[in-house]
């Protein structure tokens, strides 16, 4: 029996997200990618007050039990400390793709942050040879779409996909996401 290719989920930031969000999110994924792949969701800790410290450990012991390969998806302030997190500490083990959707930049033009900012060479620091993709709902009111922009000018070979008419839940649709998961596995 093949192993099943392994998707973590970094759930974004507020209070009562990981149950009353993001698990919307989780379920649109779970379902486009079908019984092939093993979605694993983690609850971060203090959601509603995301701190870069203890999201770090958490999201550093789910990255241990991971196999070679796995894809990363982050969502919202997820994303942003999962980024931030693979640029300060390259993984242990190898990574099929990360994905982050509706990641605000926090940096230069993006949002202000006493926990830190990314770094200003952001994509020379996050792992090489590792498909880079980010989504943005060109609707979302909760982080302006102009953050994509500031990362694809810090991840230059990231691909970048705006989705018109899509809020910063991605209208609870990730097609596009399990789209570009399910390419890794039939590109040769």
Known sequence: MPVKRQVLFVQGGGAGTHDRWDNELVESLRLELGQDYELRYPRMPNEGDPDYAAWKATLETELGKLQPGAILVGH???????????????????????????????????????????????????????????????????????????????????????????????????????GAIRALDQSP
């Open 76 to 178: 919202s302030v997820g994303g942003t400390i999962l980024v931030r997190l693979l640029a300060e500490h390259s993984p242990a083990r190898e990574l099929g793709a990360i994905l982050l959707v509706a990641a605000p930049f926090v940096g230069d033009g993006g949002w202000p942050s006493d926990d830190g900012q990314l770094p200003p060479d952001l994509g020379a620091r996050l792992p090489k040879d590792v498909p880079i993709h980010f989504y943005q709902g060109l609707a979302d009111e909760v982080v302006p779409p102009s953050h994509v922009e500031l990362y694809a000018r810090a991840v230059p070979r990231a691909r970048i996909h705006h989705l018109r008419g899509r809020d910063h839940q991605l209208n609870n649709d990730l097609r596009e996401v399990a």
